[in-house]
């Protein structure tokens, strides 16, 4: 299911289910930080911790986050399975995504006028 990042998952529901299970546990581990009905936080150095793991070379995540990152990142893993850019002020995107791996990809920007170029999703030939 989805990245299968759950095995043994094969509807929503299950994977809803063991979400909500992973949130409450981590909750009562105070790993995550009670929020609103709808969202948990996670305290930084938690967060640091975190994505350090994830970002490991064989894992091949890489995310960024925190406002002020103006332009794609140049140290992204061409391995990369998952790119996560949260509130950046992105203005432009590459020419082509070069990570063959990738299954993910998430880019929020605060600028309403981030450039998408044609090429974005398309295979770089050159290489």
Known sequence: M???L???INTIEEARDRV???VHKLKTSCLFLDCDIKS???HDVVLDVAISIASRD???FMVSYGVGLKEWPKDIQKKCTAISLPHS???ELPQWLEYPELKFLFV???DPTLKI???FFQRDERT
């Open 58 to 60: 064989q894992n091949g």
């Open 6 to 8: 759950f095995r043994g």
């Open 117 to 119: 170029p044609d090429t």
């Open 40 to 42: 948990v936080k996670m």
């Open 20 to 22: 909500y299970t992973l």
């Open 89 to 91: 002020n992105i203005h």
């Open 108 to 110: 929020h920007s605060n």
């Open 2 to 4: 989805g990245l299968g």
